[in-house]
């Protein structure tokens, strides 16, 4: 390929089976590509950083704008309840909304609330897998990966066991999975979004109500530290906690679950890593970290440019967009040695897969506790876990997460 000749296409089949040769190619020939569906796409690492800390020429922008690029500007983007809930969560909003609604949430996420949990996300994880040990058997995925998250995600919350019944959790999950499709910046047709929609009014009712509870009762929870974080301006409205808390949600689960699934994968992809993590299971930590660098379940960022910036020597115009696939920049050469090679003992630098700037993961602590208790645990209760590699299938729907639909392991 030359120069100008590799196409950044998101519905491409193969990108979705191995992207990372089409974002080697994007690095090495156009680094800052302006791809044919009208917006930049970025690939090396120091580009990458350079615009996610960048928070005076880069933003989220104007939400219905960004929304309309994709259904024409006669579209009523707030007229969906699916769209109207991400305008509001934090994460597609700038400064000062965002500081405001982000200070009071890490004001109830704190560090020492994520450490206090070690022990109720080891029990979780015990508990999932001893409902599978004596079957010698297990599909990952849904015995597993997806589980493990919702049920650290509720017990964070504070959801007692009426509130999140086997009923609910599964409601919930898939009501999850159907609003959170509008998080992938593209079109969508009419049924899909009014799913999205009914399954938003679902979830805001749901939380609405855990909410109205704590106050009344307040519990030693996130759900009660929301209720009871306030600034100068004031509490978070009730409307905003619901909006917050389906954020929180959706956040870290299927990022979480597929860090889970693609980890297990590398793992076993190269033997000789799980057989050092069995070996010594205290590299469950920096293996945590080299499974979200080399296959990260979340393959990328938005941002809008404020006024004209020129990066990797092309101008980005005020108001034009530009993904960010942190992903490719997690396999840069100029910053990783071997990139493509999978090492759980890798030192240097940080891997892009979190972000970075003033969207920064607020989950990222979280996150790697459940990556290294997922890990820990199974390495210590199955030294002999065997993953089927041919079983492992990649989801084919969107492009921003990266994850399998199915993995088969025994024991
Ligand atoms: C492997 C797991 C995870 C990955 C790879 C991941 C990745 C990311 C990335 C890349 C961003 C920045 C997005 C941007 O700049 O546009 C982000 C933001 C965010 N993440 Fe995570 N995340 C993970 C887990 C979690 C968990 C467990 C939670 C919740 C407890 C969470 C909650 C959030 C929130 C609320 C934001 C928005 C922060 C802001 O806009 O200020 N994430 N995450």
Redesign the pocket.
């Known amino acids: 390929m030359t120069e100008g000749k590799v196409r950044f296409d998101p519905s491409d089949p193969q990108l979705k089976l191995d992207p990372y040769p089409l974002f080697k190619a994007l690095r090495e020939q156009d680094p800052v590509h302006f791809c044919d569906l009208g917006f930049w796409v970025a690939t090396r690492y120091d580009d990458l950083r350079a615009v ?1 800390m960048d928070r005076e020429n880069f933003g989220q922008g104007d939400f219905i704008k960004n929304i309309q690029l994709f259904y024409g500007p006669d579209f009523d983007v707030l007229s969906h309840a699916s769209y109207r809930w991400l305008s509001e969560i ?2 597609y909003q700038d400064p000062p909304r ?1 500081t405001r609604v ?1 200070g009071l ?1 890490t004001q109830a ?1 704190t560090a020492r609330r994520v450490a206090e949990m070690r022990p109720r996300v080891q029990a979780i994880a015990d508990r999932l897998l001893d409902a599978v040990a004596a079957d010698g058997q297990m599909e990952v995925i849904h015995q597993f990966a997806y589980k493990f ?1 919702t049920l650290v ?1 509720c017990d ?1 919350l504070g959801l007692s066991s009426e509130e999140a019944s086997d009923e609910v959790l599964s409601q919930l999950n898939q009501a999850i999975a159907d609003a959170f499709v509008v998080f992938e910046m593209r079109a969508f047709p009419d049924d899909v979004l009014a799913l999205a929609d009914r399954q938003i009014e679902f979830l805001e009712d749901f939380f609405g109500k855990v909410f109205a509870a704590r106050r009344h009762n307040p519990q030693d929870d996130l759900a009660t530290g929301l209720v009871n974080a306030r600034d100068e301006t004031g509490p978070l409205s009730d409307h905003e906690m619901a909006t917050v808390a389906i ?2 949600f959706g ?2 689960f299927e ?2 679950a597929h ?1 889970i699934g693609n980890g297990l994968l590398a793992l076993h992809s190269y033997p000789d890593q799980w057989a050092k993590l069995v070996a010594n299971p205290a590299l469950a930590a920096s293996a945590t970290e080299e499974i ?1 660098r080399y296959e ?3 393959i990328g ?2 941002r809008t440019a404020f006024c004209d910036v020129v990066l990797g020597g092309k101008t980005i115009k005020a108001g034009e967009r530009i993904l960010t696939l ?1 992903a490719a920049g997690n396999r840069d050469p100029a910053v990783f040695e071997d990139p493509d090679r999978f090492d759980i003992e890798r030192k240097g630098p940080r891997h892009l ?3 970075g700037g ?7 602590e ?2 790697r506790l ?2 290294e208790i997922a890990l820990t645990t199974l390495a210590s209760r199955f030294p002999s876990l065997n993953v089927d590699i041919s079983s492992a299938r990649w989801r084919q729907e969107g492009f921003m997460f990266r994850g399998l639909t199915d993995l088969k392991a025994s024991w």
């Open positions: 996610v934090f994460l965002h982000r949430v996420l998250p995600m964070m954020g929180l956040a870290g990022t979480t860090m979200l990260s379940s979340l960022s938005n942190l897969s979190f972000g003033i969207h920064f993961c607020v989950g990222a979280l996150a459940e990556g």
